[in-house]
């Protein structure tokens, strides 16, 4: 069974950082793309970040101030989110994909409030 474990969410505000990260013990992610989505309160899920062996990808909104890396020794993936905007506020979830594969952890709440 494959576990995906998000962790670093919490209360930030405006313009704060937050880094969240997603373990994978015992499941080995080199060969997978691993990407964050988010889905803030009465929103549909959104990819925001993907990262193919090197390769990332941001989604327009988050472009320039969340960096994704990963370490595949470690089995974890990070999200680096910077000037972080009260739109930002979302449960952000880590996905795992292969071919048909996917997985999915249970997400890490982030809120951005005074």
């Known amino acids: 069974q494959v576990q995906l474990v998000e962790a670093g969410g919490g209360l930030v505000q405006p313009g704060g950082s937050l880094r969240l990260l997603c373990a994978a013990p015992?499941?080995?992610?080199?060969?997978?793309?691993m990407s964050w989505y988010r889905q803030g309160i009465g929103q549909e899920r959104a990819l925001g970040v993907s990262?193919?062996?090197?390769?990332?990808n941001y989604a327009d909104s988050v472009k320039g101030r969340f960096t994704i890396s990963r370490d595949n020794d470690k089995n974890t993936v990070y999200l680096r989110m910077n000037s972080l905007k009260p739109e930002g506020a979302a449960i952000y979830c880590c996905?795992?994909?292969?071919?048909?594969?996917?997985?999915w952890g249970q997400g890490t709440q982030v809120t951005v409030s005074l």
């Open positions: 990262i193919i062996r090197d390769a990332t």
């Open positions: 996905k795992a994909s292969r071919m048909f594969t996917e997985y």
């Open positions: 015992g499941f080995t992610i080199r060969y997978y793309v």
